[in-house]
């Protein structure tokens, strides 16, 4: 990460998670819920299960740091730095947010809309990345990487400008449709909508190229 105060914020973040988990640890029932399916279907396992949740914060933390220095292209990072941070606290408050509502859920089984919760973070987190694709170079980590994108800048950006889009729209459409439609519709409108945004930019990734590049098509 770019930012220092940014980089200690992302590990105090899931230590602080860690930190809470540990103190509520002792008072969980032996079974806590980890998992809710669109039909209401709530599945329980064992409640030392919460540390591989509370602890995949610490991991990502030091991913985030990592995989941008191995990256071939790590000198494009200083380039889009800033929104790389706003990334990575952003998915560091997401991870939380989700420990948290497994703890709530935890103590208050049952009282907590944890399916429509998720929903709407996860829509939210899609409309913020969506916002900073554009903003995002050439790399070989973070983003839309076909062959097409890595080989030419232009196309790179066209992709993303494109995906970005289709994410902030994707974001929209998920949490409106779970505020207004039952779960189980809401969350297959929701999958065809990121499957669009996720497929469709790399489809045209290739005709872009393909249209620049007749000689190599």
Known sequence: MKNKKLRIIAYLIPLLVLAVTACLYPRLPEQIPT????????????KH?????????ILFAVLFDIL???DPRKENYKKFGSYYDGFCIAMQLFMAAMSALILLASFHPGKIA???????????LLMGLGNIMPKIKSNFYMGIKTPWTLSDDQIWHRTHRLGGRLFVAAG???????????LKPAFFLSMVCILAAALIPG???????KKANPKKS
Do not use: C
Request: proline share 4%.
């Open 35 to 46: 998992n809710w399916s669109v039909d209401g279907t709530v599945t329980y396992s064992e």
């Open 114 to 124: 944890v399916s429509h919760i998720v929903a709407v973070l996860v829509g939210v």
């Open 68 to 70: 941008p220095k191995i």
């Open 203 to 209: 489809v045209m990734s290739y005709f872009w190229w």
């Open 172 to 182: 929209a459409v998920m949490v409106l449709s779970v505020l207004f439609l039952p």
């Open 49 to 57: 299960e919460i540390w591989l949740i509370a602890g995949m914060g």
